[in-house]
Nanobody, 126 residues
Framework: QVQLVESGGGAVQAGESLTLSCAMS????????MAWFRQAPGKEREGVGV???????ASADSVKGRFTISQDNATNTLYLRMNTLKPEDTAMYYC????????????????????WGQGTQVTVSS
C-alpha cells in the first residue's frame, strides 16, 4: 500500500505563487508515475501535470509556463510549483500515483491512477 499526503495549499491573491507538496510513504518503490490533479466545485477532476520516475513530464495547456511539477526521489516527495496564479486555478488539488512508468496521452485520466491523497485547497482571489 501507498499513502499520499498533500500540503501547501492556501488562500492567495492573483499573481502570487504557491508550492504544493505530496509526501509518499509505504511501498513507494512500486510507484513510477506521479501526477497532480485538481477539481473545482461542480467540475470534473482534471489533470494538471505528471512526472515519471526518470523525469519525463507532461502538463495541461492551461498551466504550461506557470506550473512546474518536480520530484525528490530521495525523500519520496512530489512538488507542484505554481506561479502567476489566477482565480480559475481555485480548486482542491490532489496528488496521485500509478505503477506504470510511461507518460502517455492518457496521463490526465483519473482512472489511470491507483493511489490518491486527500487533497489540499488552493483559493485564488482577484
Amino acid at each position: 500500500q501507498v499513502q499520499l499526503v498533500e500540503s501547501g495549499g492556501g488562500a492567495v491573491q492573483a499573481g502570487e505563487s504557491l508550492t504544493l507538496s505530496c509526501a509518499m510513504s509505504g511501498n513507494t518503490g512500486s510507484i513510477n508515475l506521479m501526477a497532480w490533479f485538481r477539481q473545482a466545485p461542480g467540475k470534473e477532476r482534471e489533470g494538471v501535470g505528471v512526472i515519471n520516475r526518470v523525469g519525463i513530464r507532461a502538463s495541461a495547456d492551461s498551466v504550461k509556463g506557470r506550473f512546474t511539477i518536480s520530484q525528490d526521489n530521495a525523500t519520496n516527495t512530489l512538488y507542484l510549483r505554481m506561479n502567476t496564479l489566477k482565480p480559475e486555478d481555485t480548486a482542491m488539488y490532489y496528488c496521485a500515483g500509478a505503477h506504470s512508468l510511461y507518460v502517455t496521452n492518457l496521463w490526465d485520466r483519473p482512472s489511470a491512477y491507483t493511489y490518491w491523497g486527500q487533497g489540499t485547497q488552493v483559493t485564488v482571489s482577484s
